[in-house]
Structures are given as C-alpha cells and as structure tokens.
C-alpha cells in the first residue's frame, strides 16, 4: 500500500507544494502549475479524514502526470473545453487509483482474506470507492477475470458487482456490490 509519507515524498521530488486552505464544500482539491509553481491545494475541512487526504492528495498529484498545462476556468468553458476537462479529471483519477492501489497487492490481499467484501477494499488501501470502482473499472478494461489462487479468480464483468468464482466447485460465491 502506498503509505501518505510516500505521497509527501514523492510531492517534495516533484517539487510540488500542499496545503490547506478553506475552499467551497464542492471543492475537496485543486492542483496548479503556474510559472514553475506546482501547488495542491487541499480543502480543510477534509484534512481530518484520511481516506479522503489520500484519496484528493492522490488524484491532485494525478494532475501532475496527466493535466499539467491546462488550466480551464470552469465558468467559462465552452462544450468541448468541458470535454477536455473531463477527460483530465479521468486521467488524474485514473493515475490516482494506480498509484494507491496496486493490482498485485489487490489481488494479495483478497487470497489471503484480508480484503472479503467491496468495501474492504477502501478500507485495506485508505481510499474513497471512487478510487476503488476506478480501480476495478481500469482492472475490467484490461480483462474481466483476474486469477486469485489455483482455483479463484476475481469477476468483474458487472461493475460495480465484484464476484469470486471458486473454480473447485464451480460457483461464485464471496460476492459484493457497491452502493451508492
């Protein structure tokens, strides 16, 4: 797992700069890069929570591999400015979840019973369900059954569904859905 001292050290080998600031409640996190400036700007009141530091600490250093150099003004943008802006959202969050969780360690904890149900899986890496669906989603795209051990593989054909297929009896069994 990928511990918050390792995001704070890889912040510092960026050279990118956090803090905390009061920002509108619909903003958790904001990530600048201006005049060789790198800033994350978190919002205070998540500060306290660490599955939601991690989670916004994380996809704002996704910015950073994926977004530097566009900086919408989101009252202002037109449809296709909209569209880009998505897509930088998707590709931070996507980098988030591969930078908390990882595949291999995912996969670890399920064979050892670590991680038994869908929301296990926060709480094991400290992030949000938005970075495990992501996770999942970007795990699905490559191939929907992941092999656990000899005889269980984890199912992810039916996102957000997560099902255990036990190959010795032929069934699924250890199934979770997400709720929203």
């Known amino acids: 797992m990928?511990?918050?001292s390792e995001m704070h050290n890889l912040c510092k080998e960026l050279n990118i700069?956090?803090?905390?600031t009061p920002l509108p409640d619909h903003i958790r996190g904001v990530f600048s890069s201006q005049n060789g400036e790198n800033d994350v700007l978190l919002n205070s009141a998540i500060i306290d929570s660490s599955v939601l530091y991690r989670s916004v600490l994380a996809e704002e250093i996704g910015h950073y591999f994926t977004s530097i150099g566009i900086h919408p003004h989101l009252s202002k943008m037109t449809y296709s400015q909209e569209l880009e802006y998505?897509?930088?959202e998707h590709r931070a969050l996507q980098?988030?979840?591969?930078?908390?969780?990882?595949?291999?360690l995912?996969?670890?904890a399920i064979k050892?019973?670590?991680i038994k149900a869908f929301s296990d899986i926060g709480k094991y890496f400290?992030?949000?369900?938005d970075i495990v669906l992501k996770k999942l989603s970007s795990m699905a795209e490559e191939k929907l059954s992941w092999e656990i051990d000899t005889f269980r593989s984890l199912v992810l054909s039916n996102l957000p569904s997560v099902w255990i297929f036990d190959k010795s009896v032929g069934a699924f069994g250890g199934g979770c859905a997400h709720e929203d």
């Not at 700069?17 to 905390?20: E, F, K, L, R, T």
């Not at 400290?126 to 369900?129: K, P």
């Open 126 to 129: 400290d992030v949000t369900d």
């Open 86 to 88: 998505d897509r930088c």
């Open 106 to 108: 995912l996969l670890k």
């Open 112 to 114: 050892s019973n670590e």
């Open 17 to 20: 700069h956090i803090s905390a």
């Open 95 to 104: 980098w988030a979840s591969d930078y908390t969780i990882e595949t291999d």
């Open 2 to 4: 990928t511990k918050t």
